[in-house]
Structures are given as C-alpha cells and as structure tokens.
C-alpha cells in the first residue's frame, strides 16, 4: 500500500488494474459520446454510384462540346433508376442525387437550357464530369472510419447510417455506485434535523459519472447504518458496480471508518493519502479486481479527488485516455496562500485569441461547494508555491471532454484551436 504517494504515483498505481470493460452493440440512437469498441471500416463507397448534383439534363459524353440540341428519351424521378444507358444526341431528365444513365459525361442544370417540344436545347459550355458526384468521393470502401477507442460524434454516427450499420460496438458503460459514510448525512430530500447535512456529494458525484461515460447504479447514505451493516451494502454494491466511490469519513476523527471498512471486507488497500490539497484524504482499493475509491466528505475535496481519480479510471474502463489534458494557461486570478503542498484550484478556463486563460472561482476552502459551479479546470501549483498573482503562466488540468480524438497527444491541439 502506497501511503502519502504523489497523485502520479497513486493514479499509477490504480489505473495498472484497471483494464477496458467488455464491448457491447448499441443502436445508433443510443451511441452518442460512446466509445468504440474496435475499428470500423468503411464497407462500401460513398455515394455508392455516380449521381446528378444538380437538377437537370444528363447528355452523353461523346455529345460534349459538340451538340447543343438533344432528344430528351425520359424524365427520372426521385426514386427512378435509369434503365437505358444514353446515346449521343439523346439526354434525360435527372434529379440532385439520382443515378445517371452509362454514357453520361456532364449534367446540364435546368436553369440553363430551354424545351422546345421533346427536345431539349442548351447552347452554354460544359466540360466532362460537371455537375456529377462522383463514386466514393465523400468515402472509399476499405478506408478506416473510426478507430477503436474513439468517442462517437453526430457526424461519425450519420456515416455509420449512411453505410447501413444500424447498431455499432463500443465498450460498456462502467456502472459506479456512490456510497456517502458520514453519519451526519441525509439523503437531499429529506429535510435535516439539527447537526444533520443533506448529501450534496452524492448527486453531484452521480452527475459527472453520467457526464463522463458512466451509469450510476446507486446512490446511497448509509452512515447510520452499524459498520457490519455498511460492509454488507458496500460488498452487495460491489457485486453491481464495476467501480464504488465512497464519500467521507477518511480522516482521522471517531467516526472516520472508510479504512477500516475496506480492511474488514478484506480489500486490498492500494494507496492511502495523497500530498495534494484538497483531495489528500483520499484512498483506493480493490476487492475481487473491482476497485472501490474513497474520497474525502468535504465538497471542494471531494470534487478534486473525483477528477484526479475517479474520472480517469471511468476513462480508461471505457478505453480512452485516462489522464486529463495539461496545458499552460494565463491565470486571470490571485491566489495569496503560498508554500504547503501541492494544491488544485478550481477554474474556469476559456481559449482566447492569445491561447488559454484560467480565472480563479470564487470559494476555494474545501468544505465550499461554490467553486464547483462553472468549474472546467484544475490549476495546479507545486508544493510550495508562492502566492499566485494575476497575469501568471500555470499549469492546468482541462476537465470537460472536448471534441478530441482520444489517444492524441494532450496539449498542442487545445492551444491550436481559435
Ligand atoms: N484532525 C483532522 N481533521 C481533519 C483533517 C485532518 O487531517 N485532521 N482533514 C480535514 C480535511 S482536509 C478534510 S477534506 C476532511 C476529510 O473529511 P472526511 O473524509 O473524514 O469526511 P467527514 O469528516 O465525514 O466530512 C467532512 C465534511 O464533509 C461533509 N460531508 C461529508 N459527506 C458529505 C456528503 N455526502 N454531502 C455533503 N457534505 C458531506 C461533512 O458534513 C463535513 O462537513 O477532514 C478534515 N478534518
Ligand atoms: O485535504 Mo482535504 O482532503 O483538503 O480537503
């Protein structure tokens, strides 16, 4: 067991058992932010034959720069295939994204000719291929589409359509149950008696699960439950969960028992405490390969340890790069607190003109859960940093997904965009 590890360190040594879920196939409704489960290919051209991009008059190749009068044989419809292939002198009617008889070597747009009885008379230019899509030039048959472990996006999903996969394989949701231990803690809809506190951990900690790929299976206030009581619900929850996430009682205080819990339902205790500030009552371990991660009660801490480990273990259950991108940002903010340990402050960051700015939210002490509204990023300062004034470069952590392809490498992507 690691104890008082670095956050690298600790994250390591966690995300070294954590292995991607099994895949299954979803509908294509259902696959929005999913991750694929392997590569797919393009399995045949887009458009799939060459097509009219206009309305308007196919005429036969040999016809080009020759002719300018046509007998018109037939007009296609929507719908309509073309059952003759053209001759030289003839032409007919096609429709935007019809196919187009053997022979054709330009389409004329109906703006630009003119019908005199069944002939059709154009004295304009065209040259070979105008107003024509061509086979497979949107996609190639064989060409990869999507490579495994990448988050399906709107676009991606209408290729997927467009090729006829009606369902796609993505890896598993991973299903969290978070389990709040404080014995003061009620669940939020229940009105506090004096020195009771609703439990805003769970419901915020349930909604970035959702937002990070996840299912939430349960959550539970079980602090007055008896400690056999707590183990039992912990071990059931287990069974249902591919990760738990404890809240509270990580400390050092008579009701601290989120240690002791884990020891008495014999889970092997991988890392506890963390040199970081907030989040450094925080601990994992792991019981028949699941992994259970305790953070602290504190809201502030609570987040922190959330994003540095429960978010990147819900990423790399789903395949994805685990770890949050770093980039270096303008802090628009002060900070007076210096030395102590490594600290996160909660952010909001924005990419500007110049490249990335990071305020400072209001509410840093990590018992406030102000901070947590708005927050996007994680400034990161070293132990022993000195006061942090306006204007300053900082390290920072993003920690809402952005529209990348995971996998790539993390900063120099997120500094080019406008
Ligand atoms: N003697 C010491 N006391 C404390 C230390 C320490 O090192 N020595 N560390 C402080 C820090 S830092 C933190 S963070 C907390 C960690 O606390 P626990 O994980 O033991 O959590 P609790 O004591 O149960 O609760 C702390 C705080 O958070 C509120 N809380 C807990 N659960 C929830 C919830 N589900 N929703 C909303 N709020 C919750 C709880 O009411 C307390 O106010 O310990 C410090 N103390
Ligand atoms: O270290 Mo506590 O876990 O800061 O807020």
Redesign the pocket.
């Known amino acids: 067991m690691l104890v008082n590890a670095t956050w690298e360190e600790a994250l390591e040594f966690l995300l070294d058992r954590i292995t991607p879920l099994p895949g299954e196939s979803v509908s294509l409704l259902q696959a929005l932010g999913r991750v694929v489960a392997r590569d797919i290919p393009v399995t045949r051209d887009i458009p799939p034959h060459p097509q009219a991009a206009v309305d308007g008059f196919a005429v036969h190749v040999e016809d080009l720069g020759r002719r300018t009068s046509f007998v018109v044989k037939k007009y296609l419809r929507n719908g309509d295939l073309p059952v003759f292939p053209l001759k030289p002198g003839e032409t007919v009617g096609v429709v935007t994204g019809g196919p187009l008889p053997g022979g054709t070597g330009a389409v004329i747009r109906r703006e630009s000719i003119v019908i005199d009885g069944n002939r059709m008379v154009f004295t304009g230019e065209f040259s070979q291929g105008s107003n024509i899509r061509q086979a497979g030039e949107d996609f190639r048959a064989g060409e990869l589409l999507v490579r495994r472990g990448t988050r399906l996006d709107p676009g991606t999903i209408g290729v997927l359509a467009a090729l006829g996969e009606s369902e796609v394989p993505v890896y598993r949701r991973p299903r969290v149950t978070i389990l ?3 014995r ?2 009620v669940p939020c809809h229940v009105k506090p008696a004096p020195g009771q ?6 419901p915020f900690l349930a909604s970035l699960v959702l937002r990070d790929g996840g299912e939430v299976t349960g959550v539970e206030v079980v602090g007055r439950e008896s400690p056999a009581g707590i183990k039992k619900h912990l071990e059931k929850m287990l069974k249902q969960s591919d990760l738990v996430i404890t ?7 008579a ?2 028992q989120a240690l002791q819990i884990l020891r008495e339902i014999g889970a092997g205790v991988l890392f506890w405490g963390v040199r970081i500030k ?1 989040g ?2 925080s601990g994992a371990a792991a019981l028949d390969a699941k992994p259970v991660l305790c953070l ?4 502030a ?1 609570c987040a922190v340890s959330y994003q540095l480990f429960a978010a990147p273990v819900l990423r790399a259950f789903q395949a994805l790069n685990p770890y949050p991108p770093r980039l270096p940002a303008l802090c628009t903010g002060s900070f007076p607190k210096k030395g102590g340990p490594r600290r996160f402050l909660r952010g909001c960051a924005v990419c500007r003109q110049g490249g990335w700015e990071v305020s400072l939210l209001p509410g840093q002490k ?2 406030m859960l102000r901070s947590l509204i708005n927050w996007n990023a994680l400034i990161d300062l070293p132990a022993g940093h000195p006061p942090l004034e306006p204007g300053s470069r900082v390290p920072t952590l993003l920690l809402t997904p952005l529209p990348l392809r995971e996998g790539e490498p993390n900063s120099e992507r997120y500094l080019m965009q406008p």
């Open positions: 709040s231990l404080g003061e803690i506190v609703r439990d805003s951990n769970g809240v509270g009682g990580t400390a050092s205080g009701c601290d907030p450094g009552h602290p009660g504190n809201p801490a990590s018992s």
